[in-house]
Antibody
Framework: EVQLVESGGGLVQPGGSLRLSCAAS????????MHWVRQAPGKGLVWVSR????????SYADSVKGRFTISRDNAKNTLYLQMNSLRAEDTAVYYC???????????WGQGTLVTVSS | DIVMTQSPDSLAVSLGERATINCKSS????????????LAWYQQKPGQPPKLLIY???TRESGVPDRFSGSGSGTDFTLTISSLQAEDVAVYYC?????????FGPGTKVDIK
């Protein structure tokens, strides 16, 4: 059974940093691209970032480019999102998601809440 | 960026009746070389992550009840719930993955009338 379990969320002050993790199991993690998608409270879904299977290629939404860094450790079956220079508008539930044969998402974690507030 | 819009914002349907949700993309998401529409639909219930229902505009995900169907091509798409059940109360999102910048629609809330 595929499982994606996010962790690392919490309350952080504006300008602060946080690192999210997503532990994957039940599939060959090292073979798949992975994504982060976020959802502000009461709002819709917004794609954040993707990384290819070996970590050599990444892309980001304009809203996080230069502040967030996606990475992965295939030996640990874990996906990361390093978030720096956090802003109030980054407040959201962050989901890791694995794609099907293209960039639609067939598996999602339960999400981890990041709150940016003073 | 490809902008996705959905209509209506919300709808209330009687149990057993049909629910229809529309999704429109600001540019075509049909890739002519393979004749595939890069469009997915998700269901999200409160406090839960989204659940994939439909991909390639009309392919039902494994385990999804056949009362859910997707149709459309190019820029106009529809998700139909043929006979609404109580467990279908949720927000439904469309998503395009034609562009490397994937984008979602704003969501349509479905309730029981």
């Amino acid at each position: 059974e595929v499982q994606l379990v996010e962790s690392g969320g919490g309350l952080v002050q504006p300008g602060g940093s946080l690192r999210l993790s997503c532990a994957a199991s039940g599939f060959t993690f090292s073979s798949y691209w992975m994504h982060w998608v976020r959802q502000a409270p009461g709002k819709g879904l917004v794609w954040v970032s993707r990384i290819n299977s070996d970590g050599s290629s990444t892309s980001y939404a304009d809203s996080v480019k230069g502040r967030f860094t996606i990475s992965r450790d295939n030996a640990k079956n874990t996906l990361y999102l390093q978030m720096n220079s956090l802003r109030a508008e980054d407040t959201a539930v962050y989901y890791c998601a694995s794609p099907g044969d293209w960039d639609y998402f067939d598996y999602w974690g339960q999400g981890t809440l990041v709150t940016v507030s003073s | 960026d490809i902008v996705m819009t959905q209509s209506p914002d919300s709808l209330a349907v009687s149990l057993g009746e049909r629910a229809t949700i529309n999704c429109k993309s600001s540019q075509s998401v049909l890739y002519s070389s393979n004749n595939k529409n890069y469009l997915a639909w998700y269901q999200q219930k409160p406090g839960q992550p989204p659940k994939l229902l439909i991909y390639w505009a009309s392919t039902r995900e494994s385990g999804v009840p056949d009362r859910f169907s997707g149709s459309g091509s190019g820029t106009d798409f529809t998700l139909t719930i043929s006979s609404l059940q109580a467990e279908d109360v949720a927000v439904y999102y469309c998503q395009q993955y034609y562009s490397t910048l994937v984008t979602f629609g704003p969501g349509t809330k479905v309730d029981i009338k």
